[in-house]
C-alpha cells in the first residue's frame, strides 16, 4: 500500500482540494479571463513540480490518478485558451 499524504498536504473538507497542490490547478481550470490564464497555468503547474519533487511521503494511487488529471485538464486549458 503506497504512503499516506501528509497533514499538510491532505485538506479535509469535501467540495474543494484533497491535496495542496489542486486548489492552483482548479484555480486555472475555473479562469475565464484570458489575461489571467498564462499566470494560473504557471501556478498550477509549479504546485504540480513542487509535488512530484518530494520523494516522501510519495503519492499513493488515488493522488497519482488525480495528478494525471490535473495535468490532462491543465493541458485542455492551455490548448482551449492559449492557442
Known amino acids: 500500500m ?4 501528509s497533514d499538510e498536504e491532505k485538506k479535509t473538507f469535501a467540495d474543494g482540494p484533497v491535496y495542496d497542490w489542486q486548489g492552483p490547478c482548479f484555480a486555472a481550470m475555473r479562469e475565464r479571463d484570458p489575461a489571467k490564464i498564462p499566470e494560473q497555468l504557471r501556478k498550477a503547474n509549479e504546485a504540480i513540480q513542487m509535488r512530484l519533487s518530494r520523494l516522501e511521503p510519495w503519492p499513493d494511487g488515488r ?11 491543465l493541458r485542455e486549458v492551455r490548448t482551449r485558451f492559449m492557442s
Open 2 to 5: 503506497g504512503a499516506m499524504a
Open 63 to 73: 493522488e497519482m490518478t488525480a495528478l494525471n488529471e490535473a495535468v490532462r485538464g
